[in-house]
């Protein structure tokens, strides 16, 4: 499955680069794409665990930038 979602408040380039990183690293996740400039990102992972992911996804998110709101 893959779904975008928007982004609010990511503040630079960098953050999102280690976003980015750090959610390619999750179990499950086949791609993933965090774009500063359009203020979205892209994740492609597993169906039948998506929602446990995209949990794991914001918390990641949290940690690197916590001002960052995902949009679901």
């Known amino acids: 499955m ?3 979602f928007k982004l609010v408040d990511l503040d630079c ?10 959610i390619n690293k999750i179990a499950g996740v086949q791609s993933a794409n965090v ?5 979205k990102m892209t994740v492609e992972a597993d169906d039948d665990k998506f929602d446990d992911i995209m949990k ?3 918390a990641v998110c949290k940690k690197v930038e916590p001002d960052c709101k995902i949009i679901l």
């Open 2 to 4: 893959k779904k975008k």
């Open 13 to 22: 380039g960098n953050c999102a680069a280690k976003m980015e990183t750090a």
């Open 35 to 39: 774009s500063f400039m359009s203020q």
């Open 56 to 58: 794991e996804v914001v």
